[in-house]
């Protein structure tokens, strides 16, 4: 089992900035690959941004060049550096871990971010 916590969330102007972390813990083999997905009101959960355990990344278009997502495999944590933020982004934000051998999914509970005037 694989517990995520998230931290770092809140109220930002637009251009603003906030750095989302998510620890995990719990009892598992190892960390593949972690992300991180947002849901807005009235919209399907997406992915922003995820890193293989090797750091290759995957971005979503909206968030390229804005976006930077990095991991400290040593403490088990991703990070989401958003920069630029537009009231668009406003969403629950959510770290994922896959985990295994055995495989599994593992969300976490979220975390909100607001941009707004």
């Known amino acids: 089992q694989v517990q995520l916590v998230e931290s770092g969330g809140g109220l930002v102007q637009p251009g603003g900035s906030l750095r989302l972390s998510c620890v995990a813990s719990?009892?598992?083999?190892?960390?593949?690959?972690m992300g991180w997905y947002r849901q807005a009101p009235d919209k399907q959960r997406e992915l922003v941004a995820d890193?293989?355990?090797?750091?290759?990344?995957n971005y979503a278009d909206s968030v390229k060049g804005r976006f930077t997502i990095s991991r400290d495999n040593a403490k088990n944590t991703v990070y989401l550096q958003m920069n630029n933020l537009k009231p668009e982004d406003t969403a629950v934000y959510y770290c994922?871990?896959?985990?295994?051998?055995?495989?599994?999914?593992?969300w976490g509970q979220g975390t909100q971010v607001t941009v707004s005037s």
């Open positions: 994922n871990a896959r985990a295994g051998p055995p495989y599994a999914n593992y």
């Open positions: 719990g009892t598992f083999f190892r960390l593949n690959t």
């Open positions: 890193i293989s355990r090797t750091g290759s990344t």
